[in-house]
């Protein structure tokens, strides 16, 4: 326990941390590093990585670049490409977590069934039917984790294998299969080129064509590596290249600035030009609508393989699957093995299933029954002391979410040294404050690419993307300390931490 400057002592507080993903394993650290040690980490599986875990797809990598797809306070000499693969990227959160000591004190195969707000506590039930009562909840359950199978008529009767993505079979073999990918997505364009290596025949089926910037994937040599190690300041005036690019060309591309995101355009036409020979393939494969409305797709394999005598590109809108495989509009049946279902995931369901009860009573399911929203991506009106990270509206158009994650981690430890200090024993945010965040955020879209008419993931139902809309910059500027008058302070009848 601290000592304040007017001599009351600081409280203590006892906090669970959801998941031990990326954010998961940050927010330890941070917690920590911060002097709090009454930490319980809940994690549902047996491995700690969230994404890096679930997805190993063959070609599963990162789009961003390693070294800044990487903690900050953790470089990487040894990254062995620009862009990582999956593998190499877990044993990085393997090896940090290790490190700092956050592996040791996770409780893997207990997920939170529960979290119920009352007088300042939580109460959190696990699936071990544990119970913790805490001061916080700090939620790090990602955002992209719900696999979505697609709804088309047939698919549960297919006799062959079928799988999502994120449910890979690595049991299974697909040499000499005839494979069926649906979906052409960022999972997919990095899936397809390794697929096709090894199956007989492979036929993608497309239903929204996609543009795609080509940034090749250098690798780093031995000596780029030993260099790395003995000399850190290149490795960050790389990371502050790679940040400059993504923040003046990726991010401003597509949130609404007309030189970059002409740039981007010019790109990945000449890209799409000049990579597909074939003018028709070429003309299948050419999106109608503006780049950058779905997620840009950064890669350079996609479109050599699509070009493979073994791969199929097929357009037309899939009918139905039958037990033998996929019957497209044209009356047309494509004969399968294995169907890979490429098809994304949900981007609106964040810690659910687990019940989470905030304020008189209020269920997050009624609480996002309309709209999923938050203030600052952090906090929900009426849950008071429980946190998100990642949570809406936190992506920022293909930049690092190591990096946004990290500036939400700095964000809550400066609400939690507030309570620490008794400014309050739980935090509401004013609706006043909660609805000008997000009129900001519906006014920044307009604009942008991603409300320029296309479907994608960014989306919710009313069309509004759930995506930061402004620059890293004023991210970096609006997070940097709480704006505390936008927030209703709560005192309760046992002061938390003092029992
Ligand atoms: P996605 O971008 O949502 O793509 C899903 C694909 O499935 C789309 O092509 C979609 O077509 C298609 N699809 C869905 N339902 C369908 C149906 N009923 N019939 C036919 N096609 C259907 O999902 P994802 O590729 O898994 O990527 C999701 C996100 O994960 C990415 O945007 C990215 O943020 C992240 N990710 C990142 C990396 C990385 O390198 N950092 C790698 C993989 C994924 P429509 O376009 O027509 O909807």
């Given at each position: 326990?601290?000592?304040?400057?007017?001599?009351?002592?600081?409280?203590?507080?006892?906090?669970?941390?959801?998941?031990?993903?990326?954010?998961?394993?940050?927010?330890?650290?941070?917690?920590?590093?911060?002097?709090?040690?009454?930490?319980?980490?809940?994690?549902?599986?047996?491995?700690?990585?969230?994404?890096?875990?679930?997805?190993?797809?063959?070609?599963?990598?990162?789009?961003?670049?390693?070294?800044?797809?990487?903690?900050?306070?953790?470089?990487?000499?040894?990254?062995?490409?620009?862009?990582?693969?999956?593998?190499?990227?877990?044993?990085?959160?393997?090896?940090?977590?290790?490190?700092?000591?956050?592996?040791?004190?996770?409780?893997?195969?207990?997920?939170?069934?529960?979290?119920?707000?009352?007088?300042?506590?939580?109460?959190?039930?696990?699936?071990?039917?544990?119970?913790?009562?805490?001061?916080?909840?700090?939620?790090?359950?990602?955002?992209?984790?719900?696999?979505?199978?697609?709804?088309?008529?047939?698919?549960?009767?297919?006799?062959?294998?079928?799988?999502?993505?994120?449910?890979?079979?690595?049991?299974?073999?697909?040499?000499?299969?005839?494979?069926?990918?649906?979906?052409?997505?960022?999972?997919?364009?990095?899936?397809?080129?390794?697929?096709?290596?090894?199956?007989?025949?492979?036929?993608?089926?497309?239903?929204?064509?996609?543009?795609?910037?080509?940034?090749?994937?250098?690798?780093?040599?031995?000596?780029?590596?030993?260099?790395?190690?003995?000399?850190?300041?290149?490795?960050?005036?790389?990371?502050?290249?790679?940040?400059?690019?993504?923040?003046?060309?990726?991010?401003?591309?597509?949130?609404?600035?007309?030189?970059?995101?002409?740039?981007?355009?010019?790109?990945?036409?000449?890209?799409?030009?000049?990579?597909?020979?074939?003018?028709?393939?070429?003309?299948?494969?050419?999106?109608?609508?503006?780049?950058?409305?779905?997620?840009?797709?950064?890669?350079?394999?996609?479109?050599?393989?699509?070009?493979?005598?073994?791969?199929?590109?097929?357009?037309?809108?899939?009918?139905?699957?039958?037990?033998?495989?996929?019957?497209?509009?044209?009356?047309?049946?494509?004969?399968?093995?294995?169907?890979?279902?490429?098809?994304?995931?949900?981007?609106?369901?964040?810690?659910?299933?687990?019940?989470?009860?905030?304020?008189?009573?209020?269920?997050?399911?009624?609480?996002?029954?309309?709209?999923?929203?938050?203030?600052?991506?952090?906090?929900?009106?009426?849950?008071?002391?429980?946190?998100?990270?990642?949570?809406?509206?936190?992506?920022?158009?293909?930049?690092?979410?190591?990096?946004?994650?990290?500036?939400?981690?700095?964000?809550?430890?400066?609400?939690?040294?507030?309570?620490?200090?008794?400014?309050?024993?739980?935090?509401?945010?004013?609706?006043?404050?909660?609805?000008?965040?997000?009129?900001?955020?519906?006014?920044?879209?307009?604009?942008?690419?991603?409300?320029?008419?296309?479907?994608?993931?960014?989306?919710?139902?009313?069309?509004?993307?759930?995506?930061?809309?402004?620059?890293?910059?004023?991210?970096?500027?609006?997070?940097?300390?709480?704006?505390?008058?936008?927030?209703?302070?709560?005192?309760?009848?046992?002061p938390a931490g003092q029992s």
């Amino acid at each position: 326990m601290g000592i304040e400057e007017n001599g009351a002592a600081l409280r203590s507080p006892s906090v669970v941390v959801i998941g031990a993903g990326m954010t998961g394993i940050l927010m330890v650290i941070r917690l920590r590093q911060a002097g709090i040690k009454d930490i319980t980490i809940l994690e549902k599986k047996t491995d700690l990585g969230g994404t890096w875990r679930e997805n190993i797809y063959p070609g599963v990598a990162c789009d961003i670049p390693a070294h800044m797809y990487t903690y900050s306070f953790e470089p990487n000499p040894d990254w062995s490409h620009r862009f990582a693969g999956g593998e190499e990227i877990q044993q990085y959160f393997q090896r940090t977590s290790a490190k700092y000591g956050v592996t040791d004190s996770i409780h893997f195969n207990e997920s939170a069934i529960s979290s119920v707000y009352d007088n300042g506590r939580w109460t959190v039930e696990t699936s071990l039917g544990n119970t913790h009562k805490v001061d916080f909840v700090i939620n790090c359950t990602g955002i992209l984790h719900h696999p979505v199978l697609p709804k088309i008529k047939g698919l549960g009767s297919f006799e062959g294998e079928a799988f999502h993505t994120a449910q890979w079979r690595s049991d299974l073999s697909l040499e000499g299969k005839k494979v069926g990918v649906i979906g052409t997505g960022s999972t997919a364009t990095q899936l397809i080129p390794e697929v096709a290596k090894e199956a007989n025949k492979l036929s993608v089926f497309q239903r929204t064509a996609q543009w795609v910037a080509p940034v090749p994937n250098k690798p780093f040599s031995n000596w780029n590596k030993r260099f790395f190690r003995s000399n850190f300041w290149a490795i960050k005036l790389l990371v502050n290249a790679y940040s400059f690019g993504l923040k003046h060309i990726f991010t401003k591309g597509v949130s609404g600035h007309k030189i970059p995101h002409t740039f981007l355009s010019v790109l990945c036409k000449l890209n799409l030009r000049f990579s597909v020979k074939d003018p028709d393939l070429r003309k299948r494969l050419r999106p109608d609508y503006q780049v950058g409305c779905k997620r840009l797709i950064i890669n350079t394999t996609f479109y050599p393989a699509i070009q493979r005598d073994n791969v199929d590109l097929v357009t037309e809108g899939i009918q139905e699957i039958t037990p033998r495989g996929v019957i497209t509009t044209d009356g047309k049946e494509h004969v399968l093995d294995v169907l890979i279902l490429s098809t994304g995931f949900d981007p609106f369901a964040f810690m659910r299933p687990m019940a989470v009860t905030g304020l008189n009573g209020l269920d997050i399911n009624e609480a996002w029954r309309d709209k999923v929203q938050s203030y600052r991506s952090v906090v929900i009106p009426n849950f008071p002391n429980f946190f998100l990270m990642l949570g809406p509206n936190t992506p920022i158009g293909n930049y690092s979410v190591i990096a946004m994650s990290e500036v939400q981690a700095d964000y809550i430890l400066k609400l939690i040294a507030q309570w620490q200090a008794r400014d309050f024993d739980a935090l509401d945010v004013k609706p006043e404050a909660f609805i000008s965040f997000n009129q900001s955020m519906k006014e920044g879209m307009k604009g942008t690419a991603w409300t320029s008419g296309c479907q994608s993931w960014y989306l919710d139902a009313d069309g509004d993307p759930v995506v930061w809309p402004y620059t890293w910059d004023r991210w970096v500027s609006e997070m940097k300390a709480p704006s505390m008058e936008d927030f209703i302070p709560l005192y309760c009848e046992t002061p938390a931490g003092q029992s």
